[in-house]
C-alpha cells in the first residue's frame, strides 16, 4: 500500500526549532515529488513547497521562502519540513503529498500524509 | 489574496447537482488544463477527485466532474449525497511554476 506517514503533533514555545517528518512507504521514494501543505485554523490549505527526493531539487512559494526548509533522506524515504525560529503564526496542521506525477510535475496531489498539528504558543 | 477564487459556500439537497467554480482573478495563474480539486472532509487528509481538469483517478465516484471554461475551472457534484459534505479546493500553478489553491468551498448537504 502506498502511504505517507508523518510524524506526531507538536507544542512549542515562539523561537523554537522544529523539524517534522513524513515517511514515505510503497513506492519508490525518489521518484515523486513530495509537497508540503498548511492549513492555518480555520483556513484553506496553502502550498509551501516541494522536493523531489531523486536529486533534492526543491521548490518553495514565495510566502515560505526563507521561512521553512524542505529537504529528503532518500536513504530512509523520508521527507522533511524544518523551521529554525518558530512564531505563533506558524500554528496550524502541516500535510506531505505525493504528485500522480514522476519526475515531471509536483502538482496534483494523490497520496497524503495523516498531517502534523503544529501549536506555538508562549 | 488568492489568485483562484471559489465560492465561500454552496448547498444542494441529496439527489440534486451542484456546481462549484473556481476563477483566475490574477494573471499570474497559468493554466486551466491543470487544475486539480480536493475533497477535505474535517478531520481526514484531502482527497484528489479531479486533475487535469477533467480526469478523475481511479476509484473516484463518476458523479465528480470537471471542467473549464475561460478563465473559471467547474467541478460538478451530481446526485448528491450526505457524504459529500466537506470541503473542495481547486488548485492550478502560476506562472512562476509555484502551486496555488483556491480558498476553499464548503458544501453543505441539506
Known amino acids: 500500500e502506498v502511504q505517507l506517514v508523518q510524524s506526531g503533533t507538536e507544542v512549542k514555545k515562539p523561537g523554537e526549532s522544529l523539524k517534522i517528518s513524513c515517511k514515505g512507504s510503497?513506492?519508490?521514494?525518489?521518484?515523486?515529488?513530495i509537497g508540503w501543505v498548511r492549513q492555518m485554523p480555520g483556513k484553506g490549505l496553502e502550498w509551501m513547497g516541494a522536493?523531489?527526493?531523486?536529486?533534492?531539487?526543491?521548490r518553495y512559494s514565495q510566502s515560505f521562502q526563507g521561512q521553512v526548509t524542505i529537504s529528503a533522506d532518500k536513504s530512509f524515504s523520508i521527507a522533511y519540513l524544518q523551521w529554525s525560529s518558530l512564531k505563533a503564526s506558524d500554528t496550524a496542521m502541516y500535510y506531505c503529498?505525493?504528485?500522480?506525477?514522476?519526475?515531471?510535475?509536483?502538482?496534483?496531489?494523490?497520496?497524503w500524509g495523516q498531517g502534523t498539528m503544529v501549536t506555538v504558543s508562549s | 489574496q488568492s489568485a483562484l477564487t471559489q465560492p465561500a459556500s454552496v448547498s444542494g439537497s441529496p439527489g440534486q447537482s451542484i456546481t462549484i467554480s473556481c476563477t483566475e482573478t490574477?494573471?499570474?495563474?497559468?493554466?486551466?488544463?491543470?487544475v486539480s480539486w480536493y475533497q477535505h472532509h474535517p478531520g481526514k487528509a484531502p482527497k484528489l477527485m479531479i486533475y487535469e481538469g477533467i480526469k478523475r483517478p481511479s476509484g473516484v465516484s463518476n458523479r465528480f466532474s470537471g471542467f473549464k471554461s475561460g478563465n473559471t475551472a467547474s467541478l460538478t457534484i451530481s446526485g448528491l449525497q450526505a457524504e459529500d459534505e466537506a470541503d473542495y479546493h481547486c488548485?492550478?500553478?502560476?506562472?512562476?511554476?509555484?502551486?496555488?489553491f483556491g480558498g476553499g468551498t464548503k458544501l453543505t448537504v441539506l
Open positions: 522536493i523531489y527526493p531523486g536529486d533534492s531539487d526543491s
Open positions: 510503497g513506492y519508490s521514494f525518489t521518484s515523486y515529488w
Open positions: 488548485s492550478s500553478y502560476a506562472r512562476s511554476g509555484a502551486l496555488v
Open positions: 490574477s494573471s499570474d495563474v497559468g493554466s486551466y488544463n491543470l
Open positions: 503529498a505525493r504528485s500522480i506525477y514522476g519526475s515531471g510535475s509536483y502538482g496534483a496531489f494523490g497520496i
